[in-house]
């Protein structure tokens, strides 16, 4: 009686392992379809907030440049 308990919690242990694992796909999918359209686009010219910087930072990043990777699609 003992042994067939035991291979039922087992059983039942698997399964909220399955159930998990599939719900964890299903959400990942639904983010991945949701979200697609915000995937960047290489080579794409990006806009710059201020037109020029007045701080005379020498740490400057340009308005235009291509993403260093871009996301394959």
């Known amino acids: 009686m003992a042994e067939d308990r035991t291979v039922l919690a087992n ?3 698997f399964a909220g392992w399955v159930r ?3 719900a964890t796909i299903a959400i990942g999918l639904g983010f991945s ?3 697609r359209q915000m ?3 290489c080579g ?3 806009r710059s907030r201020r ?3 007045s ?3 020498s740490c400057s990043f340009p308005a235009n440049a291509a993403p260093a990777r871009c996301w394959s699609g």
């Open 51 to 53: 037109a020029s910087s």
């Open 11 to 13: 059983e039942r242990t």
């Open 55 to 57: 701080s005379g930072s």
């Open 20 to 22: 998990t694992g599939l």
């Open 44 to 46: 794409r010219p990006r």
């Open 33 to 35: 379809a949701l979200f």
């Open 39 to 41: 995937e960047p686009v």
